[in-house]
Each structure stands twice: as structure tokens, then as C-alpha cells.
């Protein structure tokens, strides 16, 4: 497994795909937070983002990130993806946790969710379960970049 990338590193592979410190795509963030809340409150699981998700979307919102050792792999930073039902999922694994969450992004490799929850922890929803992914946009990003095994989402439960 290659060494796990630095925080300059993470910031620097960010920067190359477009995010920059002062970064915030303002309504286009707005939009796409309100349309997955009503995509939620459709399936019958009304969610609202908590506000450290919308200052992430503001900042990180709309970037597509292809990862370095695989670019057929893009982490896409919008929560607007839905699959029938998956309000379930993100439902189950807020009430496991105790806190809100909200989606922020999938991979397109087989389509995982990644959500946030408000204490700024990054979560991932697959086929095979909830997993961990980090505390905070660097670390989680960090432990993708490199493919670290994802820790159980369960270990996190209230």
C-alpha cells in the first residue's frame, strides 16, 4: 500500500482539481443541498443538512476528484446523486451514530455515498456496509487516497 498522503499533499491534488482556500460556490451550493433534501423528504426520510455540511458544499461542492492511482475513479463532491430508497441507509446510519447526516458526494466506481455527519466526520455507504472514512476533509481524504481498509462505521455508534 503506497504511504499515506501528507495534508500539503491532499491540499496541493485538491488544488490541481480546481478547490482553493477561499473557494464557495455560493447558490449553485444552495441548489444542489436543497434538491437533495427534497429528493429525502420524497422518500419519506425529511433530512436537513446541518451547517457544517453546507459550509463544506460551499468550499468542496461540485469538484470532481479523480484519484491518482486509479483516474477512472472520481470522487464527485455532490450530493445530489440518489438511488431509489437510499434514504434508508443514510437514515440508519445517522440514528446509529446519534447525529445528523448528509450526503456530500459518491465515487462513480460503484457508486458509494459519502456523507458528513455534524461533528465533521466522513462517512461511507456501500453494498457491503457504513464505514468510517476520517475526521475532517484531510483525513478522510487521506485514507481513501491511499486505500486504507475503512474502519466500521459501527465503532462510532452512540
Known sequence: MPPRKSPA???????????????????????????REANL??????????EVVRAFLHSYGLLELPYPNDPELILCLNPELAY?????????????????????????????????????????????????MGQGVIDALATRLVGDVLQDAEDFYA
Open 9 to 35: 499533499e491532499i491540499e496541493a491534488w485538491l488544488g490541481e482539481n480546481g478547490w482553493f482556500p477561499e473557494r464557495d460556490i455560493g447558490r449553485d451550493a444552495d441548489d444542489a443541498i436543497a434538491g
Open 41 to 50: 423528504r420524497d422518500q419519506g426520510y425529511p433530512m436537513t443538512a446541518p
Open 84 to 132: 431509489q430508497y437510499d434514504g434508508s441507509d443514510i437514515q440508519e446510519l445517522a440514528e446509529g451514530l446519534g447525529v445528523s447526516v448528509f450526503p456530500v458526494g459518491y465515487e462513480t466506481d460503484e457508486g458509494a455515498i459519502v456523507v458528513m455527519d455534524e461533528k465533521e466526520r466522513f462517512f461511507y455507504i456501500h453494498d457491503t456496509g457504513f464505514y468510517y
